[in-house]
């Protein structure tokens, strides 16, 4: 196996950063290939609580290659800020660490632009992270997107800026009503980064093909969630890049015929953060319960989030839009104790059952779920790493999101540290036929 992609199969925050870390042991290179940070990947080792947002979360072993591909948006104050942190938690750098040439980077402008236009869109807010995602693809798409390459060279960098200013001072005053930017606050600032960063800048297609041409493994690390994908998540409640796995391809420069298998990692309940539909969504005490017990709150922005059941519905589209070959099924451990637990089949809309994600929002926001029920099961199985210790009511539960997906599991993860993890087969070192 040379090439794993690691996805998030629901709206984000399904663990990604804690099983990503667990598969990193035995990759050599680690790839993030599209969001920023907005991204809030969380690992726990026995050194403590690393939250990641930018870098990826196998740079806690030694001598493993973390790389920033061209799909991802580089907020370099933030990312300068992560380095550091890391830096004082001991971790260390030098030639393990790649940011493509070609990156967009995240202006200050684009945070400002967020943050207003979320104010502006009032009911209808997206709840963004505030990051300046949004804007920056936008700015890319526009093709006057500043790039990582473009730090290397002051004078253009400098040009750019001025001219991006011309039209985005004024849309920051005109309709938005808010504060402009000056070029040389921001040429100031930003060359400092450059100065920082330049020796992480290179090309990363042509690194990861000459990784690949020594047999070496990668392993891509999938921020947010097929759900917030910008084409097949709840647009336009979705994040502004392709987190999907096809994403891995286009944010890295490295073809699909080189892809070998794609995993999705799938909360054994749903969460959301921020606005849009949520078709199983929990305003009671079991809500609660989950929100309480699953410690929901964002990593990134602290923001509770919202909690339900498990929904097949939301789980087939990600097995059809990213081709899983297999699951990692996190946080297990939080259903413990409910008698009963329910799984979403199909949804229901005006009489009409839905067994496939409606890509109509009104559709979506009007559907009812149609629940089948499951028995839970007392037993605490926080840290079990044996698949038989399983009660068999959580074995049942499990088996029929396998069912129901028509999608194998290859790991179970029963708590948030790196040893709470019951692996059936490790999908990086061994092949699954397709
Ligand atoms: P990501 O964005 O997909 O990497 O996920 P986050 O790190 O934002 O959120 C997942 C949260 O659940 C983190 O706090 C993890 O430490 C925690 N976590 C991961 N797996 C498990 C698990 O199996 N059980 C429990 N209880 N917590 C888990
Ligand atoms: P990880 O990688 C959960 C959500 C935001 C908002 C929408 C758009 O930790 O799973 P954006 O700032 O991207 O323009 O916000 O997407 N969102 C996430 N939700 N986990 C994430 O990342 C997210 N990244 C963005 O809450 O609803
Ligand atoms: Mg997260």
Redesign the pocket.
């Known amino acids: 196996m040379a090439a794993l992609v690691v996805v ?1 199969s629901q709206w ?7 099983i990503v870390d667990l598969l990193a042991k035995d990759a050599d290179v680690i790839v993030r290939y599209q969001g920023g940070s907005n ?4 690992v ?1 080792t026995n050194k403590g609580t690393f939250i990641f947002h930018l870098i990826p979360s196998g740079i806690l072993y030694r001598g493993k290659v973390c790389v920033l591909g061209n799909g991802v948006v580089i907020d370099p104050g933030g990312l300068i800020g992560e380095l550091d942190h890391l830096q004082t938690q001991g971790i260390t750098f030098g030639k393990r660490f790649v940011i493509s040439h070609r990156a967009h980077l995240i202006m200050p402008y684009h945070k400002a632009i967020d943050k207003a236009a979320e104010q502006a869109k009032g009911a209808r807010r997206i709840g963004t992270t505030g990051r300046g995602i949004g804007p920056a693809y936008v700015d890319k798409m526009a093709r006057i997107g500043i790039r990582m390459g473009d730090l290397l060279n002051p004078d253009l960098f400098r040009q750019k800026v001025q001219e991006n200013l011309v039209e985005i001072n004024a849309f920051l005053k005109h309709i938005h009503n808010a504060d402009g930017f000056t070029v040389d606050l921001i040429a100031k600032e930003y060359e400092a980064y450059g100065e920082r960063l330049r020796p992480y800048i290179a090309d990363v297609s042509v690194a990861l093909d000459r990784a690949m041409s020594k047999k070496q493994r990668i392993l891509f690390e999938g921020a947010q969630g097929t759900h917030l994908d910008v084409d097949f998540g709840t647009y336009p409640f979705v994040t502004s890049s392709s987190a999907c796995a096809g994403g891995a391809c286009t944010g890295s420069g490295v073809g699909p015929t080189k892809i070998d298998a794609v995993l999705g ?1 799938t909360k054994a309940y749903t969460t959301r953060v921020g606005g849009g539909p949520f078709v199983t969504e929990l305003q009671d005490e079991i809500g609660q319960m989950l929100m309480t017990r ?2 929901e709150y964002g ?1 990134t922005t602290g923001r509770a989030r919202r909690c339900g059941w498990l929904d097949s519905v939301l789980l087939r589209h990600a097995v059809r839009t990213n081709g899983l070959t297999s699951l990692a099924i ?5 259903l413990d104790g409910a008698k009963e637990l329910k799984i979403c089949t199909g949804y229901r809309y005006q009489g009409k059952l839905y067994k496939e994600m409606p890509a109509d929002l009104e559709v979506l926001q009007g559907c009812e779920p149609v629940y089948e029920r499951w028995a839970g099961w007392a037993t605490d199985t926080t840290g079990l790493r044996a698949y038989k210790a399983l009660p068999m009511a959580a074995k049942r539960y499990l088996r029929r999101i396998e069912e129901l997906t028509g999608c194998p599991m290859d790991m179970i ?4 540290k790196r040893e ?1 993890t019951i692996v059936l087969r490790n999908p990086l070192t061994t092949s699954r036929k397709r």
């Open positions: 998030g984000g925050d399904e663990g990604k950063g804690k991204a809030g990947h969380t726990i990692v699953g410690h990593s996190t946080k297990l451990d939080v993860s029963t708590g948030s709470d």
